[in-house]
């Protein structure tokens, strides 16, 4: 054999049935051989005659045999035009007849004018090789110690990760095999990272499954199968096989087919959007091919001209199947030779789903004025594509937007970008009256940027992204704050969900400037910004009684910022106002998750270090978690927390009580002893844990009743158990009490919780 192909041979023999050497050498050597027109392949089903085929076809293009390798189907009832339309769009030939006959200029090559083409042909009976004229390849069973090593490999990622205790179950299964490389490769994938327990119970299985009619091979393959089909990991996925056992042979099955077939008869019964049961589909799939029951198909190739041509068509769906488009200079990305141009002729299409590599395959005159929905990725590779809005993913995005494209992006209702530069998200925005139709803006990625909205979104706008519903920020190597410039009215009016993470030079995130245009935020989500100071900047704005800054505000969800000062920074006069006005900015705040490093700094006079400065008040918060904040002494006024439900505390080694009470001295002496009950009358959950200077649920001379609480634990908080013994109060629908390492039940649970030790 050439040293060249040798060398090919050995590279690739991975991916090729290994045991199957002799085959391989003969097959090349025959693909060489000018007076070999036809090579047959043939054996018994399920021993890898296809897989052979195909990697030897790749093997021979590599090396320069062949420059082109077409693969068909030929079922036992061939569909001669489908045979003939798919090897035309293979060799990128356009037909132009349409009866069987008029299309013979496609098919099997013969006489000498055809002298470099060669027809490779597997089958299960050796009589077809001799018809196109060779005396056929054989394909032979594999030995015991082949068999074993081939089971082993789809069992485990090592030869080495199953147990001495299954060798002797191991021979078991290479005996049923029977040397069938489809059976083995079923059987090993079925039963990877399974247990010993399981490979027997599965060998009893294999052992009884028996074919409706029972051939050679037949039996052993069915029983495999059958073995691997019980092994799927619920009734769902077992559905979803059976489902496409139903498609005609040889069917090319797409996932929006699956999808469409799969809801309509209520294979999933807890999805609730088109969307949902699509990502389903993808999953179930998934775990079929990995259980090789189902195969994966080709790249499809589409012909020149082809797409402009059809001007009734009204959606077109080409995302994750298809990337070979011409690039707008003539050139290709691959070896595709269609144009995004020919879409412009289709005046009826309204959806479009398309995938490309780069900006370059639009031309600059790009448009699509009847458009409805699209989803237009560029750079990425796109799992699920049926488009529910108007949407654009740009990945590594290198040159700017093509004029054309700008009256789509106007439009658009989603936006996610990943490794933009300043200079193309600029002109990205830099569109006529702004984006201001978009709902979703996702960027990742960003090394220059210090103030996204002054530096990036277009200023000439009467109102910047006034529709946007959802902004998410990633990885802003640079950015220092969102915005310290006046924003224009209108500009954010219907922001909801900010979501900012791994910004590590963030030190300022809402100024007040941004602070005034965000009249519907509901939820702020910051994550592992390492710098950040604070998170909102009040001003007297915020406690005008008109504007009702953060009204809408309802969830604060904060991690890991380690040098975090103030969730809210405001004035110590401000505050002092704001308590006397009984101002409620935070009024429909109803769940606060904060997992913080530290607080650091100094705390401002008068003003003691807890979450909510001591006076900002929270009357519909129903939730918090906290931990890791170490500086914090106590978390919450009483009278802040009305509605409160659930409070989880962990790792706060300097927090001395969760509730105090903030009334002067004097006014405490002027209270009846009944008003000094603190009632927490929504608190289900109250849980404690890793807390070392925690003393006291509230302030001494006070005692809690929560008549809703549930469960109550109590862990790693040594500094409690005096108060424990004093008892804690009131719970007169306790369930449960966990105290350090004892649990207590109901009745037995209420009496720990309110008994005094004296």
Not at 496 to 504: A, F, G, K
Not at 573 to 596: E, G, P, W, Y
Request: glycine share 6%; with cysteine; net charge negative.
């Amino acid at each position: 054999m050439d040293p060249i192909i040798a060398y090919q041979l050995r590279k690739n023999v991975a991916n090729i049935i290994q045991q199957q050497r002799e085959a391989v050498n003969q097959i090349i050597e025959e693909l060489k051989d000018d007076h070999y027109k036809g090579i047959g392949i043939y054996g018994m089903g399920g021993i890898g005659k296809t897989t052979l085929a195909v990697e030897v076809g790749k093997l021979a293009r590599d090396c320069g045999i062949v420059k082109e390798v077409i693969m068909v189907v030929v079922s036992q009832t061939p569909n001669i035009r489908k045979i003939q339309g798919q090897i035309a769009d293979m060799l990128n030939h356009r037909l132009e007849e349409e009866s069987t006959l008029g299309r013979a200029e496609i098919g099997i090559p013969h006489g000498d004018e055809h002298k470099a083409c060669r027809i490779m042909l597997t089958t299960r009976q050796k009589d077809l090789c001799t018809a196109i004229g060779t005396k056929g390849i054989p394909l032979r069973l594999l030995s015991e110690e082949e068999s074993s090593h081939l089971l082993r490999k789809y069992a485990c990622t090592s030869t080495s990760d199953l147990c001495p205790e299954l060798d002797s179950t191991v021979m078991n299964f290479v005996k049923e095999c029977q040397g069938l490389p489809l059976a083995l490769v079923t059987v090993g994938s079925a039963l990877r990272g399974k247990e010993q327990v399981e490979w027997e119970a599965a060998l009893q299985l294999l052992k009884k499954s028996q074919p409706f009619s029972p051939t050679y091979a037949s039996k052993t393959i069915f029983s495999c199968l059958d073995l691997s089909y019980n092994f799927l990991e619920n009734e769902e996925i077992r559905l979803c096989f059976l489902m496409c056992c139903l498609y005609p042979e040889d069917r090319e099955i797409s996932i929006e087919d699956l999808t469409r077939d799969w809801t309509g008869k209520g294979l999933f019964s807890d999805v609730d959007t088109i969307e949902e049961a699509r990502a389903r589909v993808c999953l179930r799939v998934g775990q079929l091919k990995s259980s090789c029951l189902l195969l994966d198909v080709g790249k499809e190739k589409i012909p020149e001209n082809l797409l402009s041509r059809l001007v009734q068509l009204e959606e077109l769906y080409m995302g994750w199947s298809f990337r070979l488009w011409q690039l707008a200079d003539g050139s290709t990305e691959g070896s595709g030779q269609v144009s995004l141009s020919e879409l412009m002729s289709l005046p009826q299409l309204n959806i479009l789903c398309v995938e490309v590599s780069t900006l370059l395959a639009f031309p600059e005159n790009f448009d699509l004025p009847s458009i409805h929905k699209f989803e237009i990725t560029v750079g990425y590779h796109s799992a699920i594509c049926y488009p529910n809005s108007r949407r654009f993913y740009l990945r590594e995005i290198k040159t700017g937007i093509p004029n054309g494209m700008k009256h789509m992006l106007q439009f658009s209702k989603e936006l996610t970008m990943f490794c933009a530069s300043k200079v193309i998200l600029k002109s990205i925005f830099d569109v006529e009256g702004g984006l201001n139709h978009l709902k979703t803006l996702e960027i990742t990625a960003n090394d220059e940027i210090t103030y996204f909205i002054d530096e990036v979104l277009h200023s000439d706008a009467p109102l910047v992204l006034g529709s946007l519903k959802k902004l998410h920020l990633r990885t802003f190597k640079k950015l220092f704050s969102l915005s310290v410039l006046p924003i224009k009215p209108g500009s954010f009016q219907n922001l909801r969900i900010l979501r900012v993470e791994n910004c590590d030079n963030l030190f300022f995130l809402i100024q007040t400037s941004l602070l005034q245009r965000l009249s519907s935020i509901e939820e702020v989500h910051v994550y592992s910004c390492n710098k950040l100071l604070d998170i909102f900047q009040l001003n007297e704005a915020a406690f005008d009684e008109e504007q009702k800054l953060l009204s809408t505000l309802k969830k604060i969800w904060l991690a890991r910022l380690p040098t975090l000062f103030e969730i809210w920074r405001v004035a110590k006069q401000l505050l002092l106002n704001a308590t006397l006005q009984n101002k409620q900015c935070f009024s429909n705040l109803t769940d606060v998750l904060i997992r913080l490093t530290r607080i650091i700094g100094e705390e401002p006079e008068g003003v003691s270090a807890n979450v909510q400065n001591g006076h900002v008040l929270f009357p519909n918060l129903r939730a918090v978690h906290i931990g890791s904040c170490r500086n914090l002494r106590n978390l919450f006024s009483a009278r802040s927390l009305g509605k409160l439900e659930e409070l989880k505390v962990n790792d706060m080694p300097n927090l001395v009580e969760l509730i105090n009470n903030e009334e002067s001295e004097r006014e405490r002496e002027r209270e009846e002893e009944n008003d000094k009950i603190i009632v927490l009358s929504e608190l289900k959950v109250l849980r404690i844990t890793k807390s070392g200077s925690v003393e006291r649920l509230c302030t001494e001379a006070f005692c809690m009743d929560l008549p809703s609480l549930e469960e109550f634990v109590l862990v790693e908080c040594p500094k409690m158990a005096d108060t424990v013994k004093r008892g804690l109060g009131s719970a007169s629908n306790l369930l449960k009490a966990e105290i350090e390492e004892q649990s207590f039940f109901s009745t037995m649970a209420r009496e720990v919780f309110s008994s005094k030790v004296r």
